[in-house]
């Protein structure tokens, strides 16, 4: 167990960027639709990490296949570096490539998250790749790690605080918030 630990740690040392999944990762999949228009429920704790990352000097992006207003929304409000909204698109993976050649990034630094069928080409070549706890067989067998928590409830918030102590970032956060 500590071999793997320690490799896991390695590999988040290394990462520049988190990439995610939006529905059923950032959230719990679920979204309502009325008259008003669609509503989906995010996570505070997910969102405040997203932000702790983004400070450390880590980029943001989201790639989900399902256009969403709510999630423009949120991006926007997160200040996420990079939102891909592809229309479902069966692959994620050349979206992510046009991205990480635009900001001269590698795979090897990139952390994805993600929870179904439609994540495995970006888990299968991410330095890092995490399915939350309640993602498909298939996501959490191509994954490094797979949280504690379920998607939409904590689980981004749990890569955020790994990758941040990881990095030996972790502390002086906390630091910044006990003056």
Not at 144 to 162: D, Q, S
């Amino acid at each position: 167990m500590a071999k793997k630990t320690s490799a896991l740690k390695a590999r988040l040392s290394r990462i520049k960027i988190l990439l995610c999944d939006v529905d059923g990762v950032l959230t719990d999949g679920s979204v309502f639709i009325g008259a008003a228009g669609e509503f989906k429920p995010f996570n505070i704790q997910d969102g405040f990490g997203l932000v702790l990352l983004r400070r450390a000097g880590l980029k943001i992006g989201w790639v989900s296949a399902r256009p969403s207003a709510a999630t423009k929304s949120r991006a926007r409000e997160l200040k996420i570096n990079f939102l891909i909204q592809q229309k479902d698109r069966y692959s994620k993976v050349a979206a992510v490539e046009k991205l990480l050649a635009q900001e001269e990034l590698s795979w090897d630094e990139v952390c994805f998250v993600g929870d179904d069928i439609v994540d495995l080409g970006p888990l299968q070549r991410a330095g890092v790749a995490v399915a939350v706890a309640n993602a498909v067989r298939e996501a959490k067998a191509a994954a490094h790690f797979v949280t504690r928590a379920a998607g939409g409830r904590g689980a981004v918030r749990e890569v955020a605080e790994m990758i941040l102590k990881a990095q030996g970032k972790w502390d002086a956060i906390v630091a910044h918030y006990t003056k």
